[in-house]
């Protein structure tokens, strides 16, 4: 039985994936959408304890994952939303996948240029430098014009409060800064040989623009492996959570299973 593993992002509980468990288990796989290291509580318990959150970093996490996937018997498909998409990235590069597929994802250290509508959602954290060691929670506001921008703001609201987390600030500093910092976790040899990897982007995503996943497929492209690309139009950040998300989710197991280089750029 072939093992799917999500990768959940900042701000979303491993929770948030519970629909795309259901669906792949309906098709016969064997799925696991872990927390990060000290988050697998529900979000009640995360919202009223956030000291797990400033517990961790890119290296923790992605190291957590690296031995998990270790310990299978077989490379899976690994899928990840947000950064959880930059550490499905950095998991293949290591070699620990089948194939990978990051949903609006992260990108490794090498591409520039950070939107400003990723800024603009980002600031809640990143406009202050003493929020590097904390735990930051959106406003429902926040959360709907970073993640859910597409859907009325009572839609945005429920899924806020089904599965909204405080963030992991020291991961979401990293990630801003990863270009500045000459021995970034988020840094690999991007010509190296990997497991195939398929970047899905949101047309009208704030926190992770098509054209900044563009510019992530342009620089993994560089290995010789497969690399492909995928937009879906008219969908926000939480691709995975809004109607049509069944789509989203057959497109990347789909592909998954049978990988070709595409990209619609």
């Not at 947000?82 to 998991?91: N, R, T, V």
């Not at 190296?192 to 996943?213: C, F, K, Q």
Request: net charge negative; glycine share 8%; aromatic share 12%.
């Amino acid at each position: 039985m072939k093992t799917i593993v999500l990768i959940h992002g900042l701000f979303l509980s491993w929770s948030s994936w519970e629909k795309w468990v259901e669906r792949y288990s309906a098709r016969g796989f064997k799925v696991v959408a872990p927390g990060w290291p000290g988050l697998e509580g529900s979000v009640e318990e995360l919202r009223a304890d956030p000291t797990p959150f400033t517990k961790l970093d890119i290296k923790t996490v992605v190291d957590y994952y690296d031995d998990m996937l270790r310990h299978m018997e077989a490379p899976p498909i690994v899928i990840g939303h947000s950064f959880g998409g930059l550490f499905a990235q950095l998991l293949a590069y290591r070699g620990l996948a089948s194939a990978a597929v990051g949903l609006d994802p992260g990108a490794p250290a090498g591409v520039l240029n950070l939107p400003f509508s990723t800024l603009k959602a980002s600031a809640p954290v990143l406009a202050n430098p003493l929020n590097i060691g904390k735990a930051t929670m959106l406003t429902p506001e926040q959360f709907h014009y970073a993640f859910t921008n597409t859907v009325t703001p009572e839609e945005s609201k429920a899924l806020y409060d089904r599965y909204a987390v405080p963030c992991v600030n020291r991961v979401l500093f990293e990630g801003a800064f990863e270009n500045f910092v000459p021995h970034s976790p988020a840094r690999i040899d991007v010509k190296a040989d990997r497991p195939p990897i398929l970047l899905i982007a949101g047309g009208e995503d704030h926190l992770v623009t098509p054209d900044y996943t563009r510019a992530n497929f342009k620089l993994i492209d560089q290995s010789p492996a497969i690399t492909a690309f995928k937009e879906f139009p008219g969908r926000p950040h939480f691709t995975g959570g809004v109607d049509g998300w069944e789509a989203v989710a057959d497109y990347a197991l789909d592909w998954a299973l049978n990988h070709v280089a595409t990209a619609n750029l």
